[in-house]
Structures are given as C-alpha cells and as structure tokens.
C-alpha cells in the first residue's frame, strides 16, 4: 500500500495549508466571538463568503469530489490528508466547499441522482449556492437498525408521499438549506434492504416543518444545527425519488464510505490541533516551580496521544486505499474499524488537551469544548460504535466459515 501524495494530492494540501494559516486560522476566533454576541445566530457571516470566494478563485473547491471537471480529481486517499487540514477548523469546511452532509449528499447525487436532479440541485451545491440537510434518524425508533425506519415514502400515482418525523438532521439549520434527503418506508413486502426510498425535498415544500433546533451536549452548532423535522402529506413529483423506489440502502452504503473517510481525518486534523495545543500550554505555563509538561504524568499523555494518533492515521488512509483501488465494499471492516476508533482517538486528545488547559479548557476561550463535544457526537454519528464493533466482528468470523 502506498499513502505518500501524488505530485497533485501535495500541491493541494501545500495549497490548502497555506490559506488556512494566512486566512482561516488568524479569523477564526474573531468569526466566533462575532457569531456568539448575536441575538440571531441563524445566520452567514460576511466572512465566510469572502473566504469562500476567495478559496474558490483559488481552485480550493470541491477537493472532495474525485471529478476533475466538477472537483479537483483526487482519489480518496489523495484527498484524506487534505481533510485533515481542515479538520482543525470549525469553519474550514464550508470555506473550501467540502463540509457535512453536503458533501455526501452532492456524492449521492453525482453518482445516483439523474440529469433533472442533478440540474436543480447538484449544480448550485457544487457552486456553494445552497446547503443541504439529510433526513434519517427518527426519534420514535431505535435508529442504530435503520430497518427499524416508520417514517413512509409511499408511492401514489405519479407522486411520492412522505410521512413521519426525523430528528438529528444536520444542516437544516442554516439559512441557505434549500434541499432535504428524506430516506423512508416505500415497500414493506419486499426483502429487507429493498424497502426503503431517498426522496429529494425542497426546504419550503407544505407539510415540512422544523419543529424545534435540537442540542448537542448544551450547543446548538450554529448556523448548521440539528434539527426535528416533521413530514406530513409531503406530496411531490414521483420523479423526486433518487435512482427509483426501494433503492434507498444500496445509495446508503454507497454515500457512508467516503463520508466517513471524510470525517475520521478531519477527527485526525482535530486530534492534532488538540494535541498542539496541549504541548504549548503545558511548556508555556508553570505551576510548583515547573512548567505543567513536567508534572502530574503529562509527558506520558503526550506520548500516548501521539501513539493514538499515528495509529488511526494509518487505519484511515489503509480504508482510503482500499476504496480506490478495491471499491466499498472491500473495505466495509476498515471503514468500521475506523469510525470506531478516530472519534474514541479524538476524545480522549481532547479530553487531555482540557486537562491541561484547567477551567479554560471548558471554556469558549479555547477551541476543545466544542471539539470535545464533536468528538462524542460522532461516535453516534453515522452508526453507534456499537454496531460497527458488531459489523467487525462479523466480518472476521466470517474468515472461519467452513
């Protein structure tokens, strides 16, 4: 296996570097404290669309989509470390056009959705018009089996409709969300992953409502959010259905692999940046006559966080190369090794960089509250670490079938 850059995975990530550090990192706390001291805070800042544009210009858009004429034409690995340059920030993602779930929603659209589709909705995301939201988890149901799934998407002539109520949708927040996935029940009766349909549904379609904003760990994530949404008689064209009915888990499996990629290296670019912070405050503060590296055991949590870190670095660019060069499906233990594993990784770095930060590290003085939280979340995220310990297991007992 070969994980060094291509000439054009190095340029990229030179590229990507150097306008974070020139202009992200240095605007990135003023951004916040503007945000913070808002009444509304629902909203877009001016400097994000400057930076937008001006990554943009620069060719630093869309890095994640593997199309040299839609994106910049880097294979997954390639794109990996690039990720985890932007992983160190809260807003770096949507800067550059790469950040969750619209990115693989745009994935979801470049490889199933059709012409029409693609037109109305793929076009302006890919230009950083709009946002989007996915629809799956519900709140009445254990969502860790997505069989469990009540909300319906049910076939009425010429049209789908849409009935339920979901939670956990992320994006729906923002004030340019102009487009749903909504992932629901078409055909009971056929076999178990062929049941269910993805449905494209424009944000001011009647019978979608946000009933409320919801939380995570005290924060609302502001300007994405996650929210509650109800669906009720949600008529639209039968053409809105991605790819056809019942084709809903097959597209599933298909956008969560690069997703999921996507969000262990940015854990891995957070994990780093956790990890930065906690060596420059425990050699720049003293306490007892010593600087804090020297006390209490904390040489050994930096040790122990660099092992962490190399370790699920490793695992993820493994599961990337698998996809180029194997597809999917043959690195489906990988990408649960990995989705278990970066979000724990990242805790834990977090949790010692707090530690050594004392009561500021709890604060909004410092990025690791939040990081700490974004790191919890995501081992829920995208499957419990539960099940993909479960997935794991199962695919290695499947070696000693006889």
């Not at 920030?89 to 800067?95: G, R, T």
């Not at 010429?158 to 992320?170: H, I, R």
């Amino acid at each position: 296996m070969e994980f060094s850059l291509s000439p054009k995975a190095q340029d990229y990530y030179d590229r990507v570097k150097r306008f974070m550090d020139e202009h992200v990192t240095p605007a990135e706390e003023a951004y916040h404290q503007e945000l913070q001291s808002l009444d509304n805070k629902w909203v877009v800042l001016p400097l994000i669309e400057q930076l937008k544009a001006k990554a943009k210009a620069e060719g630093l858009w869309n890095m994640f989509l593997p199309d040299d004429k839609l994106g910049a034409g880097l294979s997954v690995t390639d794109y990996a470390s690039v990720a985890e340059l932007t992983g160190r920030s809260a807003i770096a993602p949507e800067i550059f056009n790469c950040n969750a779930p619209d990115t693989g929603n745009m994935e979801v659209l470049y490889h199933y959705g059709n012409e029409e589709q693609k037109t109305q909705w793929l076009t302006p995301l890919l230009a950083g018009e709009i946002r989007s939201a996915f629809c799956m988890t519900e709140p009445g149901v254990a969502s860790s089996d997505a069989t469990n799934m009540a909300a319906t998407a049910k076939i009425d002539g010429d049209e789908v409709v849409l009935n339920g109520t979901k939670w956990w949708s992320t994006g729906i927040g923002h004030p340019n969300c102009k487009v749903l996935i909504f992932m629901g029940l078409t055909d009971p009766t056929a076999g178990r992953h062929a049941q269910h349909s993805m449905v494209l549904v424009p944000r001011d379609t009647p019978g979608v409502k946000v009933t409320r904003m919801l939380t995570a760990m005290g924060m609302y994530d502001e300007p994405y959010g996650h929210g509650e949404v109800e669906f009720t008689n949600v008529r639209l064209p039968k053409s809105s259905i991605i790819a056809g009915p019942g084709r809903g888990f097959e597209i599933a499996q298909g956008r969560l692999g690069p997703g999921r990629i996507h969000h262990c290296m940015r854990l891995i670019g957070l994990s780093e940046l956790a990890l930065e912070l906690m060596c420059k405050r425990g050699t720049e503060r003293v306490a007892f006559g010593k600087p804090l590296v020297n006390l209490g055991g904390n040489r050994e949590r930096i040790a122990e966080a660099r092992i962490m870190i190399e370790q699920a670095r490793l695992l993820v660019l493994k599961a990337a190369w698998l996809i180029d060069n194997k597809g999917v499906f043959a690195a489906m233990s990988e990408i649960s090794q990995i989705k278990v594993i970066c979000p724990n990784v990242a805790q834990k770095v977090v949790d010692m960089a707090m530690q050594i930060h004392g009561g500021g590290g709890m604060s909004q003085d410092f990025p690791l509250a939040a990081a700490w939280t974004a790191a919890r979340a995501l081992r829920l995220a995208d499957g419990p670490d539960e099940v993909h310990r479960g997935l794991i297991a199962k695919f290695e007992l499947m070696k000693y079938k006889n």
